[in-house]
Structures are given as C-alpha cells and as structure tokens.
C-alpha cells in the first residue's frame, strides 16, 4: 500500500498497530523522556507557540474539567481547542476545535505528510497524536486551547506547552507502575506540569502531598491556589432529573448538566481556575456577561464539546448509566454514586484493566447488584473470568460474557423497567458500549 492511497481507517490502524501505543501494550508502549516530542515540535515548526494554552492534569475529573473549560472559553466567542484522551468511539474525538473532531481527511494527510519524519525517531502513539493536534490548531486558527495531560505530568508529550494556567484536579493510585507506588511519588509527577509565572489551580490535595506541591512550586516560581480552601461553591445538589444545582458564595446559581456528587468537586476546581482566566482578562469586563457564559456551559458542555462517559443516562426504562471511572479514586465516588440509586435489582456490566487495582476497585462495588463479567477488546483487559473469581471472593455474584455487547445485551434481556443497569470498569467498556445500538 502506498503513502497516498491510505484511508482514515488505515490511518488510524497505523497510529494504534504500528506506533508504540501505551493505551495498547501497557507499559511496554510508554516512552520515558521529551526528546521525541522535541524533535517532532522542531520539525512543524512549534506549532503551540502561535496559540495560548491551560494544561490540565490529575487523577481523576481532569476529562470533566478539561471539557467544561474549553466550553466556557466557547461562549466568551473564542477558538478554542481540546485535546483529551482517550476517546470512546472515533480517534478524532481527542482533538476539537470549538466542539467540533478534526475531520478524517485531516488526520490521513498528517499521517501521510509526516510519516518520513516520526517512523525513524520511534515516536509513539501519543507522541504522534500530540504533534498532529497542536498542528490542527494552528492551522485552525486556534486562539486558547486547553491540553489534559495523557499520562503523569513532568515526562508527558503534552509538557513542552508553556500553559498561561495549570490546573490538577486531584491525586490517587493509579499507573503506580510507571509514575510510583505513593500519592506523595505520582504528585511529583503530575506537578512537573508547573512552570514559572504560570498560576496553578489544585483542585484536592492531601496534607503530604500539598508538601509536594508546595516544594516544587517553590523552585519553579509558581502561585498555587487550592481550590478546597477557596471553596466557591456554597452548595451543589443533585437533580432528580440528572445533572446537579449549583450555589454559588457569591450568590450565583446554576445547573450543571454532568451528574454525580463528585461533579461538585469538579465545580470547585473549575470555578477556581475561571477566577484566575478572569483576572487575566479571558472572561471579559461585563461580569454579568461572564456569568451567563459560565451557567451555560456547565449546563451544555456536552453539547458545547462532546463529553461522553460522565454518569451518563443513555437509556431511562430501565435506567441504563455508563461512566468511565477505572482506578480507586472514581470508584470512591462511583460506590457512592450507587449507592444512592434507587432500584428494583442492579445490574453492572463490568470490565477492567489487568494493570489496574483490581482488588481495591472491587472491594468499592455493591454485594446486592448481579454482575455481568466482561473485558474490552484489548491485551490489557482481565478476562472476564478472573475478574468474576476475584468478584466471588468479594460476595460480587455474576456470570461471565466474552464481550460488552454480550454482557449488555443479556443484562438488558432480563431487567425489568425498574430495574437499574450500570456499565463501567475501564474506558474500553464504556467506548464499546457506546458503540452499540440501544
């Protein structure tokens, strides 16, 4: 096959097969150091520099607040871009431009014009995907983009930006095998993402770690403002109807469309990191103006960039939620989440990775739920019948189904209308889910 013959289809195969891909191979497919991401910045000419950027990391909600950022830079009439990972159903969901994926074509000839150049320097997946979006928004015209970190902080391709904000959400035990066995380890990584005059938003922190964060921003010359203690919010609600109702200490309130009480601790973070881009003159002047922005992006965030997989209600009878909470920080919320869930009988279909803690994860999720063991289609994923061996050493009961649409489909063939069926565990869960017509 020729260069120029390739399709999108066998644009993306090559990124994902052939390009070492973390997502794929686990830690055989992550690369330590910038060198690559370096070279290939060197080679397009530093396309970051021609637009401003807010970088975001963290264990968990930096999706979320990634996301409700970007929307609220889209209603003060920006250009802004979004680049997240992973996707859920197409590769061009990790780079946007006002909401919109870049188009296939787009994808296929960057691969095309710049293959000569990564394939002899061994860039990675990520690598790759990095360059080409930083390229897709200058080339688009992209005034501010907000850039969530893929993997860790302080080696991560997206770490050559020089942001005008950092924020970092939180910090738990998650790719304890490449970033470190403690909180106090990974929180070193995540800050490497601070760099001098740039104000950096944290969303929690614990009091070991704010020692890590207090340190390093000390050396690089960084304001941190801790969102916990700023604390805008004065109360966050959940709806019946899904979403949650926002006060703020100011007065101010609002609904938020994305569900789940962690979502105030993502409210917090994210209105502590508006204040900021409001001092710096990215709000406006008309404060009132402002305000209406800000209340319709949380409330349409989704609509406004394409957010999928946050306590998401794809179905009401029964009652059919996915959400891609994957390590023991989400599932801290999630059982909670559950918990409060109102129901006949449960149902959970269920999958995870094999390098994740899938005992801690598991020892979170409900005993009165029946279970639908399953794995995504991946070489990282637990098979479906170790992870039911584990869960029934838990009390988790269940059977064992090859595949999503199997473990859906026969949790969908025995719920009642009352019933609630929750589908979650891993990324790759949720994206096959989300594939199939329901």
């Not at 390590?327 to 995870?352: D, H, P, T």
Request: hydrophobic share 35%; charged share 25%; aromatic share 8%.
């Amino acid at each position: 096959m020729r260069i120029e013959d390739m399709t999108y289809t066998e644009a993306t195969e090559y990124l994902f097969c052939q390009r070492p891909n973390f997502e794929k191979q686990g830690k055989n497919g992550y690369k330590i150091g910038l060198d690559s991401m370096l070279a290939l910045d060197e080679h397009l000419g530093h396309p970051h520099r021609s637009f401003r950027c807010i970088h975001v990391a963290g264990t968990n909600g930096k999706g979320s607040v990634s996301h409700t950022l970007a929307a609220v830079l889209q209603q003060c009439g920006y250009e802004v871009g979004l680049y997240t990972s992973p996707h859920l159903v197409d590769f061009n969901e990790r780079i946007r431009v006002n909401g919109k994926p870049v188009s296939h074509d787009y994808v296929v000839r960057f691969v095309e014009q710049h293959r000569h150049f990564f394939e002899p320097i061994g860039a990675t997946f990520f690598e790759v995907t990095t360059a080409m979006a930083f390229q897709y928004f200058r080339d688009m015209g992209v005034e501010i983009a907000v850039v969530e970190v893929g993997l860790g902080g302080r080696l991560d391709s997206t770490n050559i930006i020089q942001p005008i904000l950092s924020v970092i959400t939180n910090i738990s035990l998650d790719h304890t095998q490449l970033l470190g066995s403690t909180v106090e380890q990974i929180a070193r990584e995540k800050a490497g993402i601070m760099k001098e005059g740039a104000p950096c938003v944290i969303g929690e922190a614990q009091p070991s770690v704010r020692a890590v964060f207090d340190e390093v921003a000390g050396q690089m010359g960084t304001d941190i403002i801790y969102a916990e203690d700023r604390a805008p919010l004065a109360s966050a609600e959940e709806l019946p109807t899904g979403g949650m109702h926002y006060c703020t200490k100011k007065g101010a309130e609002f609904d938020g469309e994305l569900s789940g009480s962690f979502q105030a601790r993502n409210a917090n973070t994210i209105l502590c990191a508006l204040e900021q881009l409001r001092r710096m003159g990215w709000l406006g002047d008309d404060n009132d103006a402002s305000e209406r922005n800000i209340e319709e992006a949380f409330g349409h965030v989704s609509a406004l960039t394409g957010l999928q997989g946050r306590w998401q209600t794809v179905k009401s009878r029964p009652r059919v939620v996915c959400d891609i909470g994957h390590n023991i920080g989400a599932w801290q919320y999630l059982s909670r989440q559950l918990a409060c869930v109102e129901c006949r009988e449960m149902k959970i279909v269920f999958g995870m990775m094999a390098d994740k803690d899938v005992g801690t994860v598991l020892t979170k999720l409900p005993r009165q739920a029946r279970y639908y063991w399953t794995k995504g289609d991946t070489p990282r994923a637990l098979s479906e019948d170790k992870l039911q061996a584990y869960g029934q050493e838990l009390g988790l009961e269940g059977d064992c189904y090859p595949t999503v649409e199997e473990a859906y489909q026969a949790a969908a063939a025995e719920a009642q209308p009352d019933d609630f069926i929750f589908v979650g565990g891993s990324n790759y869960i949720v994206a096959e889910f989300l594939k199939l017509s329901i």
